[in-house]
């Protein structure tokens, strides 16, 4: 157990629908990434959050935003949902806000999006 | 996009072999890691090699380290049934972006 939190652990939706996914990272963590896994794209890195502010942005597509709260939980919310969005997506935790700094990041079990 | 591409895509060993993954990079590095996945399941973080070292120890995995080919190599010594999973190595960048980027990885099947 890694101490990451995700929910929910499976989702089915709609096209054209909006979702949130949730994220509890590891008691201490400051920051959250958000990673997107396809099989035709494999793992990207989407965004990161440290303590409350947005620090690293990759593929993130417009339609999704993020943002992380007073508590540190962070939410992923995915609009006008498209079938290509289908995908694991995974949060991840680590205690400092530099990823070169921090080392490793912890990952929860990730919450699996399907659009119909 | 990927920053790092393992090789190969899929490996299938018997038990007690030893599994060896590589990983070619495109930038400088400020570190490599590398982190396992089972199935479905979150990645789980295995083992992190520094721009300035070579070559690390853990348990039965070793890794090495060669930033003038831009490359890592993870070796798994007496492999186990359990050992089966994928492996991802991951970098993150000294310049730039400086967010975790993994590659594709390597699906490891050990045969009982």
């Known amino acids: 157990d890694s101490g990451v939190t995700q929910t929910p652990k499976h989702l089915i939706t709609a096209t054209g629908q909006r979702v949130t996914l949730r994220c509890s990272p590891r008691?201490?963590?400051?920051?959250v990434y958000w990673y997107q896994q396809s099989l035709d794209q494999g793992l990207q890195f989407l965004i990161q959050?440290?303590?409350?502010?947005?620090?690293a942005k990759g593929n993130i597509l417009e339609r999704f935003s993020a943002q992380q709260f007073p508590d540190l939980h962070s939410e992923l919310n995915l609009s006008s949902l498209e079938l290509g969005d289908s995908a694991l997506y995974f949060c991840?935790?680590?205690?400092?806000?530099?990823?070169?700094?921090?080392?490793?990041?912890?990952f929860g079990e990730g919450s699996r999006l399907t659009v119909l | 996009s990927q920053q790092g591409e393992e090789d190969p895509q899929a490996l299938s060993i018997q038990e007690g072999e030893n599994a060896t993954m590589n990983c070619s990079y495109k930038t400088s590095i400020n570190n490599l890691q590398w982190y396992r996945q089972n199935s479905g399941r979150g990645l789980v973080h295995l083992i992190l090699?520094?721009?300035?070292?070579r070559e690390k120890h853990s348990g039965r995995l070793r890794v090495t380290l060669d930033t003038s080919k831009k490359s890592s190599s993870l070796l798994i010594t007496a492999s186990r049934a359990a050992d089966t999973a994928s492996y991802f190595c991951?970098?993150?960048?000294?310049?730039?972006?400086?967010?975790?980027?993994f590659g594709s990885g390597t699906r490891l099947q050990v045969q009982p």
């Open positions: 991951a970098t993150v960048s000294d310049t730039g972006r400086r967010a975790l980027t």
């Open positions: 008691s201490g963590d400051l920051s």
């Open positions: 959050y440290y303590n409350g502010e947005e620090r």
């Open positions: 991840a935790s680590s205690v400092a806000g530099q990823v070169s700094n921090t080392g490793e990041l912890f």
């Open positions: 090699i520094r721009s300035n070292e």
